[in-house]
């Protein structure tokens, strides 16, 4: 509905953001021997990018704001699985930083764009 696909800010870092998570969930599991966490993070932190996806053909304005707002939800609750991993000594410090940084800029772009789209709709979407 309202993001395009190839040119947009949004997708393109949640997709990216999806794909480090698988690389970095399947190391872990692999080399670090935790599953728990992991599955937990690798939910949430895909779940980001396919919520974006979906609100590119929302049904409506208030289609598209909600699913960007699950998309959101999804966002905190990887920072917190992010934040597991590192204090239980699974990521290091420089892979918690790396993955925090995309992390919270995700968050503050999906926050803006919500935002915006509310402030512009109109009370009947």
Do not use: C
């Amino acid at each position: 509905m309202v993001l395009q696909r190839k040119e947009n800010v949004i997708v393109k870092k949640t997709d990216a953001f999806s794909d480090r998570i698988v690389k970095m969930s399947l190391f872990i599991k692999r080399n670090r021997d935790e599953d728990v966490m992991t599955k937990q993070i690798l939910r949430s932190g895909t779940s980001i990018g396919a919520n974006v996806a979906e609100s590119i053909n929302a049904q409506s304005p208030a289609d598209f704001v909600s699913k960007l707002n699950i998309a959101l939800k999804e966002a905190d609750e990887t920072y917190y699985w992010l934040k597991k991993l590192y204090t239980a000594e699974f990521i290091t410090t420089k892979e918690f930083e790396s993955m925090e940084k995309d992390n919270i800029e995700i968050i503050k772009l999906l926050t803006s764009i919500i935002k915006t789209k509310k402030s512009n709709m109109t009370p009947s979407e």
